[in-house]
């Protein structure tokens, strides 16, 4: 399970629908010399999370919704489940925060019932 912990506060994320872990390698500049060898600068790589989630009632999205809202202007650590086999650890942004509303009709509120967002690490 992933936690995500900010200011001394611990929080458990919610069961995914859909987890996705991408290992990004960075370059900082990639150039052929004469000889045509690949001549590559690189930076450190980076984790980056897409995760989903589909919720029983509206108001576990928006609690959760609003909790990653918060944090949207911040640096925070994200302890996640990687395909290293272990639980990894690093420091992280959100970007962007997206839900999706069900039966909305004739400008009545609807149910929100799934969302999704990014974590980057920094």
């Known amino acids: 399970m ?4 900010y200011g001394g ?7 995914f629908v859909s ?12 150039e052929r010399n ?16 897409n995760a989903e989630w589909e919720f ?12 990653l ?7 925070f650590v994200v302890e996640f489940p990687a395909p290293t086999g272990k639980i990894e650890t690093a420091t992280m942004y959100i970007s962007p925060i ?7 009709s004739r400008g009545q509120a609807g149910w ?3 969302m999704k967002c990014s974590f980057v690490e920094v």
């Open 2 to 5: 992933m936690k995500i912990t």
């Open 9 to 15: 506060v611990t929080k458990e994320a919610p069961a």
């Open 19 to 30: 987890y996705d872990v991408t290992y990004n390698p960075q370059q900082k500049s990639a």
């Open 34 to 49: 004469a000889n045509g060898k690949l001549n590559r600068d690189t930076l450190p790589d980076k984790w980056v999370i």
């Open 56 to 67: 029983g009632n509206p108001e576990e999205l928006t609690e959760w919704f609003n909790f």
């Open 69 to 75: 809202k918060g944090l949207t202007r911040v640096d």
């Open 98 to 104: 997206s839900a999706k509303l069900l039966n909305f």
């Open 112 to 114: 929100w019932k799934t």
